[in-house]
């Protein structure tokens, strides 16, 4: 069985009285994931569903460089929206993975 609380302070073999106070987060395989299609275009915005702090990875199927430009709550809403910016107009497919980050 898998381990789902993992202590993100060993790292290493610490001394006890060098040791900080563990760290835990839970660990879940819950990744939402989205294929955006671009069509000529150079940037495109992406409605998101709910996260309180959410971790976005892109990646284009073509040389092509793709990041994130932005990545805003309007209006303290509780949907995100993720704006993607090529570096130039491109036609095709960036996919998109959206996970929930540690608080």
Do not use: C
Request: charged share 15%.
């Amino acid at each position: 069985m898998a381990r789902t609380k993992i202590d993100q302070q060993r790292h290493r073999k610490i001394y006890p009285q060098m040791k900080s106070a563990p760290k835990y987060f839970n660990q879940t395989n819950e990744v939402e994931t989205h294929l955006v299609a671009f069509s000529n275009e150079a940037s495109k915005t992406l409605g998101i569903g709910i996260y309180t702090y959410p971790v976005v990875v892109i990646t284009s199927e073509d040389s092509v460089n793709a990041w994130v430009s932005s990545l805003v709550r309007p209006n303290n809403g509780s949907s995100w929206q993720l704006t993607i910016n090529t570096s130039s107009a491109y036609t095709g497919n960036i996919h998109v993975h959206i996970a929930e980050a540690n608080s």
